[in-house]
């Protein structure tokens, strides 16, 4: 994989939770993350990142709709309220989710779900995109606790990052107009911004469960996905 690595890019090594913004060969940041839990595992890939929205809107994914929400709405059904979720029809037109039958799967996923931009927002203050056929992304979050955790695989696939503002100033640096502060003050204020990263900083998705440093000291992680005992390829260059 190195013969391919370009001048800057990121990677997110899956058993470790971690992720690493390298340039010249130097790791320039690391950031703590929250990856895709067993049964629902992220993907190994490489892309090149090309957008950064602040303050998203959260689509409810058709699969989290089928697993989680029909869930969480028989349970409670003042769930989609507490949450910010609006619900709309075919048509475009908000429907009041008194009108779903929850217990009907087949029927519920035949709505568009939007959870509007806030304090309770599933990817927090921004989303950093990334073509690619899994529907992956970065994100900020709300549930900054998990962060602490030793073993942080929670997430239905995508990557959660800690100190998501700094790794979004790094991937920034080539549009010139923004710099740490700028994007701080953008995530406070709420506004809905999407902004075209200039710079298309190559992203890999990896899974390397043992590493040595420069001073020869091999830290090892647990092979969560089984990747090693099945002999599995575990890089995308």
């Not at 994914?61 to 989609?80: A, F, G, I």
């Not at 701080?184 to 204020?189: A, K, Q």
């Amino acid at each position: 994989m190195a013969a391919n690595l370009s001048e800057r890019y990121v990677v997110v090594n899956i058993p470790a939770a971690t992720i690493e913004a390298v340039a010249g060969g130097m790791v320039e940041q690391r950031h703590t993350a929250v990856v895709g839990r067993v049964d629902r595992a992220t993907p190994i890939m490489a892309s090149k990142v090309s957008q950064i929205n602040f303050n998203p809107y959260w689509h409810v994914p058709k699969s989290l709709v089928e697993r989680d929400l029909t869930k969480y709405m028989q349970e409670n059904p003042n769930y989609s309220a507490e949450q910010n979720i609006h619900i709309y029809d075919g048509s475009g037109n908000e429907i009041s989710p008194t009108t779903i039958d929850w217990t009907n799967i087949g029927n519920a996923v035949n709505y568009m779900y939007r959870q509007e931009p806030g304090a309770a927002n599933s990817m927090g203050h921004c989303k950093i995109n990334f073509y690619n056929p899994y529907d992956c992304y970065l994100h900020d979050t709300p549930s900054k606790a998990l962060f602490g955790e030793n073993a942080r695989f929670h997430s239905s696939g995508c990557v959660r990052v800690e100190g998501v503002n700094q790794l979004v100033n790094w991937l920034l640096r080539d549009n010139g107009d923004w710099d740490q502060n700028k994007v701080d003050m953008t995530f406070e204020s709420l506004q809905r911004l999407d902004v075209e990263c200039k710079a298309r900083v190559p992203l890999h998705t990896t899974y390397i469960t043992a590493r040595a440093n420069k001073q020869g000291t091999v830290s090892f992680h647990d092979d969560v996905y089984q990747f090693d005992a099945r002999g599995k390829v575990t890089f995308d260059a």
